[in-house]
């Protein structure tokens, strides 16, 4: 069995040594920051990926880009300061060196900036990477467990092609999602177009998402501000989120008009009446997931016009989407339409940014929040309504309740300083409510969530980040729910090229007056060698008795594919990734993973295995 996976795992590794003129690799996004920059709370490495792709796919033009558009990237408020800094002073960058010499950033923190912007290419400076992406596991019988291929070409004067063909555990077909993505390099007379696979990102993400992950962050800014209205091509391995056809942008004198159609084929599960609810897992491997694979077809058609003015920012869209069937959260219609108001405005040291969002249904959803930036000091304060039954398949704005229909209300505060010169605190306090319970009888339940983050930094990149997160709900019948959470990640330096990283959590549950408590921890080194190489290995342990303990965790791993683990039941894992650089050129990684666990009431631990491979050339 392990030779017929080796042979796949070549076959794939082949893709990439076709001959190739001139490639360039991305940058790996080392672990080193990733959880500085990320509020990694209770979410999965998948929503992650989808996350970040949106960014790093679609990065700013550093020369074009304003300081609003800065502060809505989920970048650390340390890394976004020196940032906006040099853009205020509005000093020309000849290359990235330039640009680590004039921002004071360290080397690793560059290639974490390199990620999300880009400094106009000289001529002649196209772009190819190339990524593969392999993993096998033994549970307990060997698998491939997903097999990933991506490859982009970035042109010179801003045009992107892409192409992802993703497999996962179990699934029938060898490239069970693939698709292809293309923005046209700008022409003349502000025109852009894009092609095949494409996301839209518009206002707040009310009618379509900006983002694969809704969430609420102790980054303020990003958090409260939208990202750069445009389209996007996409080639992330969500099956579901995004648009498949055409779109078109015209510039001209601050306003900008934009236009797209779309038809793609969602998964879907169709009643015996006609008709049908979203699938929205992309995972094809019980004969009943196989049969809804494409079951209704989603056929979309939108314009919209946006004015800006400096950081001011004024628009309107109209959409229409048609439906193959009738859909049960469209109230037995096949079709929604809609149109959506957005605003964004600065005055002084504040922010103010909102939208409105209709729908044909009546429904109805407003957002509206302000950005308040003095110093080191950032404040923020958002509310947001959701009426009972809105809901678009591409919607994503920030809420507690992730169900459909919305039927939600809340209101998000944070607030960012820095004390002294080498400690950051972060802190946000949500309420939320639900309209509605559709329970006769019941009331909507309700609560809080609040989250308090403290980083403790020194001269030789030593730290320490500690965060207290705390939520209640009020149910109907005494049944609230109290979960406190206790996380930690911390880093020493014995050399420049030699650290010691501990990570731990712990979650307290209080449900109906049951007091129970999970909990998890990870030790690792790192070890670099001057000769490009880089070894990772520790351990995690963890003690989760029941679901609502569990603990997600970040650990190290392959890069790019964002290592959170959810830890439940109790066991331990052990793991470590050799990294290997050949002259610039090739970029291969290799994680070894293994797990015994057993459930808390099990005596039988089950061990599994799991192998990965990356590589990433650059010739």
Request: charge should be positive.
């Amino acid at each position: 069995m392990w030779n017929l996976l080796l042979k796949k795992l070549l076959l794939g590794i082949s893709v990439l040594l076709i001959p190739v003129d001139f490639l360039a690799a991305e940058n790996l996004l080392s672990e080193v920051l990733l959880d500085q920059f990320l509020d990694l709370q209770d979410i999965t490495a998948d929503e992650i990926e989808s996350y970040l792709e949106q960014f790093t796919t679609n990065p700013l033009i550093w020369e074009n880009c304003s300081a609003v558009e800065i502060e809505a990237l989920p970048l650390s408020e340390r890394l976004k300061e020196p940032l906006i800094n040099l853009k205020a002073r509005k000093i020309s960058i000849r290359d990235w060196a330039d640009f680590a010499q004039k921002t004071g950033l360290e080397p690793e923190e560059v290639e974490i900036v390199k990620l999300f912007f880009r400094i106009t290419q000289k001529p002649g400076s196209n772009r190819i990477s190339l990524l593969n992406f392999t993993s096998l596991v033994s549970d307990p019988e060997p698998d491939v467990n997903k097999n990933l291929v991506r490859g982009k070409i970035y042109y010179k004067d801003g045009g992107v092609a892409g192409v992802v063909a993703e497999r996962d555990a179990g699934e029938r077909t060898l490239w069970d999602y693939r698709n292809v993505s293309l923005r046209i390099p700008v022409v003349s007379y502000g025109v852009e177009l894009g092609a095949a696979a494409f996301r839209f990102n518009w206002g707040h993400g009310l009618l379509f998402s900006r983002n694969g992950m809704p969430r609420k962050s102790i980054n303020v800014s990003s958090t409260i501000l939208p990202r750069t209205q445009q389209f996007g091509v996409y080639l992330g391995s969500d099956e579901n989120r995004y648009m498949s056809g055409a779109n078109f942008t015209y510039k001209k004198s601050g306003f900008t008009f934009y236009s797209m159609a779309s038809n793609h084929y969602l998964d879907a599960a169709i009643s015996d009446s006609g008709h049908g609810s979203f699938r929205t897992t992309g995972i094809h491997i019980s004969d009943v997931e196989l049969s809804g694979k494409n079951a209704i077809t989603e056929k979309t058609f939108g314009a919209g016009l946006l004015y800006v003015s400096k950081d001011n920012q004024w628009g309107a869209l109209a959409f229409r989407s048609q439906y193959s069937h009738p859909l049960k959260y469209y109230s037995g219609n096949n079709h929604i339409q809609g149109y959506s108001v957005y605003q964004k405005f600065s005055s002084g040291d504040w922010v103010f940014s909102g939208e409105g969002a209709f729908l044909n249904s009546g429904e109805f959803a407003v957002v509206q929040g302000c950005v308040f930036r003095q110093g080191g000091i950032k404040a923020g304060l958002q509310a947001r309504y959701f009426s009972d039954q809105f809901f678009t398949s591409m919607s994503g704005a920030v809420k507690e309740f992730p169900s459909t229909p919305s039927n939600e209300r809340g209101l998000y505060a944070g607030l960012s300083t820095k004390l002294l010169r080498f400690y950051q605190v972060s802190a946000y306090v949500d309420f939320f409510a639900k309209n509605r319970s559709f329970k006769a009888g019941v009331n909507p339940p309700k609560g809080t969530e609040a989250l308090l983050f403290v980083q403790r930094r020194w001269k030789k990149q030593h730290f320490i980040d500690i965060r207290f997160k705390r939520s209640l709900t009020y149910q109907s019948a005494g049944e609230d729910i109290l979960k406190n959470q206790i996380s930690f990640s911390s880093r020493y330096y014995f050399m420049k090229n030699i650290w010691l990283s501990l990570r731990g959590a712990t979650v307290r549950s209080n449900s109906t007056g049951i007091k129970k408590i999970g909990s998890g921890i990870c030790l690792y080194s790192t070890f670099e060698q001057s000769r490009g190489v880089q070894i990772t290995a520790g351990t995690t342990h963890f003690y989760c008795p029941t679901s609502d303990t569990r603990v997600y965790l970040f650990e190290p791993g392959t890069p790019l594919r964002f290592n959170m683990v959810s830890l439940y039941g109790t066991g331990y894992r052990r793991f470590m990734t050799v990294r290997q650089k050949f002259r610039k050129s090739i970029d291969l990684v290799a994680t070894v993973k293994s797990q015994s666990k057993r459930g808390i009431t099990e005596n039988r631990f089950h061990d599994s295995f799991i192998i990965e491979f990356q590589m990433l050339v650059d010739l």
